[in-house]
């Protein structure tokens, strides 16, 4: 038996979405749905992260001020350092840098967009 997951992400704008993902991130698009575009997947290697179409903010400053950063994905990377070096290098702006958490684990935050936080983690 194999699992794997695929997280929702809530985007208010598709094709910038796509833009960051790709442009930025460094995923291909697998497919796009709809016309207007309001469904689509973008991969990156064994990660597959789905993007839904909603009009209206994604996260209310309420939220964000109560909860602080709400992750909307988790993406694991077995050279999490090259990863890092990989997107600094496209210009990304970092939502956090990289950074060991006490646990261990060596992660990164970067925004989309639409405000979604993908958490890059590895050790």
């Given at each position: 038996?194999?699992?794997?997951?695929?997280?929702?992400?809530?985007?208010?704008?598709?094709?910038?979405?796509?833009?960051?993902?790709?442009d930025?991130?460094?995923?291909?698009?697998a497919?796009v749905?709809?016309?207007?575009?309001?469904?689509?997947?973008?991969?990156?290697?064994?990660?597959?992260?789905?993007?839904?179409?909603?009009?209206?903010?994604?996260?209310?400053?309420?939220?964000?001020?109560?909860?602080?950063?709400?992750?909307?994905?988790?993406?694991?990377?077995?050279?999490?350092?090259?990863?890092?070096?990989?997107?600094?290098?496209?210009?990304?702006?970092?939502?956090?840098?990289?950074?060991?958490?006490?646990?261990?684990?060596?992660?990164?935050?970067?925004?989309?967009?639409?405000?979604?936080?993908?958490?890059?983690?590895?050790?």
């Amino acid at each position: 038996m194999k699992l794997t997951a695929e997280p929702q992400l809530f985007v208010t704008d598709m094709q910038a979405a796509l833009q960051h993902y790709t442009d930025s991130l460094g995923f291909t698009v697998a497919f796009v749905w709809g016309e207007p575009a309001f469904y689509a997947q973008v991969v990156r290697d064994g990660a597959k992260l789905n993007l839904r179409h909603v009009d209206g903010p994604v996260f209310s400053d309420a939220l964000r001020q109560a909860e602080g950063e709400v992750l909307s994905a988790t993406v694991t990377s077995d050279d999490i350092e090259g990863l890092y070096a990989e997107i600094a290098d496209m210009g990304v702006a970092f939502h956090q840098a990289l950074r060991t958490e006490p646990w261990g684990a060596r992660t990164f935050i970067v925004a989309d967009p639409s405000g979604n936080l993908i958490l890059f983690a590895g050790s």
